[in-house]
């Protein structure tokens, strides 16, 4: 790909009337194409992007029912997808994102060493003292249930909407079903890793005012749990046993297997011990303790063996330049 590549950019519009000109005045020249979309906002900022925004480049996607960021960012895809983008960079349109940023962004993608690119805030602890409390503890939260379900055990701040996307990388997404809402950033992630993606975080700063954070705790932890845990099972699935069989297959069940055995031996024998009052023998306790123990191991191993099989052949490279509508494409159905 040469320094030429098109290169888009996406922004849903919800409720930043305040703050998306000010964005729109921040990107940069390397960028061809900017996408606006009007997810229903009740600020109307398509319009007042229409009215007061001159720049060419700048163009209003509008939907009649509010979609979520997913919904809107999925509609600035296939309109940027249309037109040819090579790369497609989604930011939000409240002034947390720095344009500046873009071109760091990309270049991983521009050289051929990353299929998705996303912001962490994370990496600078200095800057980490900007970040309301609130936001640091959920997305440590959710961080680690990230990794379990999309495989990206490197990664972090998953939540993190500053991202870019090879053009051809998206057109092998399923776009239909990638989370409309708060859990867009996480699916997106699940998504990659089931095509074999590769993803790269990029450092950049925390940038935060006085706004009110949406972020709530309770909701990361536990609203998220059973998603979390649905794309877990899937991806374990389709890599272990739809995909390949090797030992790790063996070792995640075999490892569950022996936790459950000894764990409700034990519960069981303690429960009559107490019952009883007769204390259980040592050959008893280690026939509970012995299964647990082995299948903490076996776990332990199908964890490492998960960790180093993160994808590192980049995928865009074996996909060619992404093509515009009309011309022959792919699409997955994963």
Same mark, same amino acid.
């Given at each position: 790909?040469?320094d030429?590549?098109i290169?888009?950019?996406?922004?849903p519009?919800f409720?930043?009337?305040?703050?998306?000109?000010s964005?729109?005045?921040?990107?940069?020249?390397?960028c061809?194409?900017?996408?606006?979309?009007?997810?229903?906002c009740?600020?109307?900022?398509?319009?007042?992007?229409e009215?007061?925004?001159?720049?060419?480049?700048?163009r209003?996607?509008?939907?009649?029912e509010?979609?979520?960021?997913?919904g809107?960012?999925?509609?600035g895809?296939?309109a940027?997808?249309?037109?040819?983008?090579?790369?497609?960079?989604k930011?939000d349109?409240?002034?947390?994102?720095?344009?500046?940023?873009?071109?760091r962004?990309?270049?991983?993608?521009?050289?051929?060493?990353?299929?998705?690119?996303?912001?962490?805030?994370f @990496? /600078?602890? !200095?800057? #980490?003292e900007a970040?309301?409390?609130? =936001?640091?503890?959920?997305?440590s $939260?959710?961080?680690?249930a990230?990794k379990?379900?999309?495989?990206?055990?490197?990664?972090?701040?998953?939540n993190n909407?500053?991202?870019a996307l090879?053009?051809a990388?998206?057109?092998?997404?399923p776009?239909?079903?990638?989370?409309?809402?708060?859990? @867009? /950033?996480? !699916?997106? #992630?699940?998504?990659?890793?089931i095509? =074999?993606?590769?993803?790269?975080? $990029?450092?950049?700063?925390?940038?935060y005012?006085?706004?009110?954070?949406?972020?709530?705790?309770?909701h990361v932890?536990?609203?998220?749990?059973?998603?979390?845990?649905?794309?877990a099972?899937?991806?374990?699935?389709?890599?272990?046993?739809?995909?390949? @069989?090797?030992f790790?297959? #063996?070792?995640?069940?075999?490892?569950i297997?022996?936790?459950?055995?000894?764990?409700?031996?034990?519960?069981?024998?303690w429960?009559?011990?107490?019952?009883t009052?007769?204390p259980?023998t040592a050959?008893?306790v280690?026939?509970?303790?012995?299964?647990?123990?082995i299948?903490?191991?076996?776990?332990?191993?199908?964890l490492?063996?998960?960790l180093?099989?993160?994808?590192?052949?980049?995928?865009?490279?074996r996909?060619g330049?992404?093509?515009r509508?009309?011309?022959?494409?792919?699409?997955s159905?994963?």
């Amino acid at each position: 790909m040469t320094d030429r590549a098109i290169i888009a950019v996406v922004i849903p519009a919800f409720k930043v009337r305040d703050k998306i000109l000010s964005v729109l005045g921040g990107i940069g020249s390397e960028c061809a194409l900017v996408y606006v979309v009007d997810d229903a906002c009740p600020e109307a900022s398509g319009e007042l992007v229409e009215s007061r925004c001159q720049d060419p480049r700048v163009r209003v996607l509008r939907h009649a029912e509010n979609q979520g960021v997913g919904g809107a960012t999925m509609t600035g895809y296939r309109a940027a997808m249309g037109e040819g983008a090579d790369v497609i960079v989604k930011m939000d349109g409240d002034g947390q994102m720095d344009p500046a940023f873009i071109p760091r962004l990309v270049r991983p993608i521009l050289d051929g060493e990353a299929d998705y690119t996303k912001g962490n805030r994370f @990496f /600078e602890v !200095d800057g #980490l003292e900007a970040m309301p409390w609130v =936001r640091l503890l959920g997305n440590s $939260v959710l961080s680690f249930a990230s990794k379990m379900s999309s495989g990206y055990w490197t990664l972090f701040d998953p939540n993190n909407g500053f991202t870019a996307l090879h053009g051809a990388v998206a057109r092998e997404l399923p776009l239909e079903k990638i989370a409309r809402r708060w859990f @867009f /950033e996480s !699916d997106m #992630l699940f998504r990659l890793g089931i095509q =074999r993606a590769v993803v790269l975080d $990029v450092p950049m700063p925390a940038i935060y005012g006085d706004e009110k954070s949406n972020l709530v705790v309770s909701h990361v932890a536990f609203g998220f749990a059973h998603r979390h845990l649905v794309n877990a099972g899937k991806r374990i699935v389709y890599a272990y046993y739809l995909r390949s @069989f090797n030992f790790a297959s #063996l070792q995640i069940v075999l490892g569950i297997l022996s936790l459950l055995f000894g764990g409700i031996l034990g519960c069981i024998k303690w429960a009559e011990s107490e019952r009883t009052g007769i204390p259980a023998t040592a050959g008893t306790v280690m026939l509970a303790a012995l299964p647990v123990l082995i299948g903490v191991q076996l776990l332990l191993a199908f964890l490492s063996y998960d960790l180093q099989s993160e994808p590192r052949s980049v995928l865009h490279r074996r996909l060619g330049r992404p093509a515009r509508d009309g011309e022959a494409e792919g699409q997955s159905s994963a």
